[in-house]
């Protein structure tokens, strides 16, 4: 992977803001995350979010490779544990289950301390593999489940916390929210809904001077939402850091 290549500061600062990043950094998915960083470097577009889902099977020539992906510049966050819940923990989850997250929302299906326990792990394994510790956390689905933003704060380590609504500035415990778009269009009926939605927010990011979040999955380059995902990454748009979230006003 060559090292991320930065866009002339004169052009920058006119642009709208995005924050892009990639989910589900798995062993198994990392062939199709490659082919997806491949498709952003061709835009130019920098910094980028990496989402890591530490409870896989990494060996060793993985870890090296999230390595070489820090040093080349991406930024690395929190993506749950095992991103598979054990069970599905209610009638809630269950129609989140169904229309939105498949099986992935592991929060949905724990508690209060669960949810503690798993965060503060996903934490932990940064260091303990010689990565850096992430500000940022995202739960799988972007479902955060039983737990309050007084509550991240005192007792799990990140600094922010990305939920489908908003992100969650935690020493602030402020809210920001901000559009999503989104491209795992694996089904017939989920494209158009998709496709709606990204329009939506597109318009809402463009009317309010607000960032725009570019959520992207390896496998969206394969589905029926690609050429809008490529048309998107080529819009004129400026890749800003989670981080300058923090204490932002709100």
């Known amino acids: ?12 600062a006119a642009l709208p803001t995005a ?12 062939p199709a995350v490659h082919q997806t960083l491949k498709q952003l470097e061709q835009h130019r577009l920098t910094p980028v979010t990496l989402l890591v889902v530490p409870g896989r099977h990494w060996n060793r020539s993985g870890i090296e490779t999230l390595r ?9 966050a929190g993506h749950g544990w095992c991103h598979q819940a054990e069970r599905i923990g209610g009638f809630y989850h ?17 508690d209060e ?6 965060i503060n792990r996903c934490y932990a394994w940064f260091g ?8 940022l956390y995202v739960p799988p689905a972007w479902a955060m489940g039983c737990i309050s933003i007084p509550r991240l704060r005192e007792s799990c380590p990140f600094s922010l916390y990305e939920r489908f609504d908003a992100v ?15 491209y795992e269009a694996d089904s017939a009926l989920r494209a158009p809904v998709l496709r709606l ?8 990011a463009q009317r309010q001077g607000l960032p725009i979040r570019i959520g992207i999955h390896p496998g969206d380059l394969e589905l029926r939402l690609a050429d809008d995902l490529k048309r998107d990454l080529s819009r004129s748009i400026r890749p800003v850091d989670y981080d300058s979230l923090l204490g932002a006003a709100g």
Do not use: C
């Open 128 to 135: 303990e593999q010689g990565l850096t510790p992430p500000t």
């Open 68 to 76: 070489s992906l820090e040093r080349d510049g991406y930024r690395l």
């Open 197 to 204: 939605w990204n329009r939506w927010n597109w318009r809402s």
């Open 94 to 110: 269950r129609l989140h289950s169904l229309f939105l997250s498949r099986r992935v929302a592991e929060h949905l299906a724990l």
């Open 168 to 182: 969650i500035d935690s020493a602030a415990e402020r809210a920001h929210p901000l559009p999503l778009t989104g």
């Open 1 to 12: 992977m060559k090292p991320i290549e930065h866009l002339p500061l004169a052009t920058e």
């Open 113 to 118: 301390a669960g949810i503690i326990a798993l």
């Open 19 to 30: 924050l892009i990043s990639v989910h589900d950094l798995m062993p198994e998915t990392m």
